[in-house]
């Protein structure tokens, strides 16, 4: 299953895609298009999936680059292909170099795609709320930048996360959250009686719009609740599960 934004398919030059969890080969809790190196799948079964990947978007001769993601700010410019089971230490990869596939890996946490077409620049950040929060997003069209991109012509897309309807929060979370950023009150739901929801999607989107970037499309699927298209951590905690898998978002310049 591959998902596009409507924003990016319409750029020349662009191949990119938000892909879920059908059409690979693992199986068990990683069934089936999980592209994780890091988890208990066997790493055969991951890497065909990231060649399925690729393959998906069109770019079946080129590299899927995905970096070891930690929830930091870290955005890595890529000029070359780096060893899968090597990869750099970021929450984002930035380039300028055709044929480069830049993915990142989600199961909740929001996968946000960006392309400046004139600069031929593109990247991927993964987003989750510490990341968001902390301005990966920010970093990440500051790399872009530094490429020759521009914030206000740079088209930016959030593909499946987590929900506010199934992203239930804490209220030292919430406390926590706007002890340091007030002006996020707005981020935060009453969806029932003593419950508290975060809309990480809406987030993203403000804070995207506060680096300048003009268009920003938001995707809105729920990697929570929709169990049979999306790997999804929070609900492998809830159902007690031990191992998930990851899907991956994935964007290339040619």
Same mark, same amino acid.
């Given at each position: 299953?591959?998902?596009?934004? @409507?924003?990016?398919?319409?750029? #020349?030059?662009?191949?990119?895609? *938000?892909? &879920?969890?059908? &059409?690979?080969?693992?199986? /068990? ?18 890497? =065909? ?20 993601? +930690?929830? /930091? ?15 750099? =230490? ?13 993915? +990142? ?7 946000? @795609?960006?392309?400046?077409?004139? %600069? ?6 993964? %987003?989750?709320? !510490? ?10 069209? =500051?790399?872009? !930048?530094?490429? &020759? ?27 926590? *959250? ?10 935060? !739901? ?7 929801? *975060? ?8 804070? @995207?719009? !506060?680096? &300048? ?6 995707? #809105? ?34």
């Amino acid at each position: 299953m591959k998902l596009e934004a @409507l924003a990016l398919a319409r750029l #020349d030059g662009v191949a990119h895609g *938000f892909l &879920g969890r059908r &059409g690979g080969v693992s199986e /068990g809790p990683f069934a089936s298009l999980n592209v994780s190196l890091r988890n208990a799948d066997d790493t055969a079964n991951a890497l =065909e999936n990231r060649r399925r990947a690729v393959a998906a978007l069109g770019q079946a001769d080129h590299p899927l680059l995905i970096a070891r993601q +930690v929830h /930091g700010t870290r955005c890595a410019i890529v000029e070359a292909a780096f060893d899968p089971l090597a990869p750099p =230490e970021a929450d984002a990869l930035a380039t300028a170099t055709p044929g480069l596939v830049l993915g +990142v890996t989600t199961a909740d946490c929001a996968p946000v @795609l960006f392309a400046d077409p004139a %600069a031929g620049v593109v990247a991927a950040a993964h %987003a989750g709320w !510490r990341g968001a929060k902390d301005g990966i997003l920010e970093a990440t069209v =500051e790399a872009m !930048r530094r490429l &020759g991109a521009v914030p206000g012509r740079t088209v930016a897309a959030i593909g499946p996360c987590i929900a506010v309807a199934s992203y239930e929060v804490g209220a030292e979370f919430e406390t926590a *959250f706007l002890a340091a950023e007030p002006e996020s009150r707005r981020f935060f !739901r009453a969806v029932a009686a003593g419950q508290r929801h *975060f809309d990480l999607a809406g987030y993203c989107v403000d804070r @995207l719009a !506060r680096a &300048g970037i003009a268009t920003v499309e938001r995707l #809105d699927r729920d990697t929570c609740a929709e169990a049979e298209d999306f790997f999804s951590y929070r609900r492998a905690t809830r159902d007690g599960e031990r191992h998930f898998g990851l899907q991956v978002a994935a964007i290339s310049r040619f």
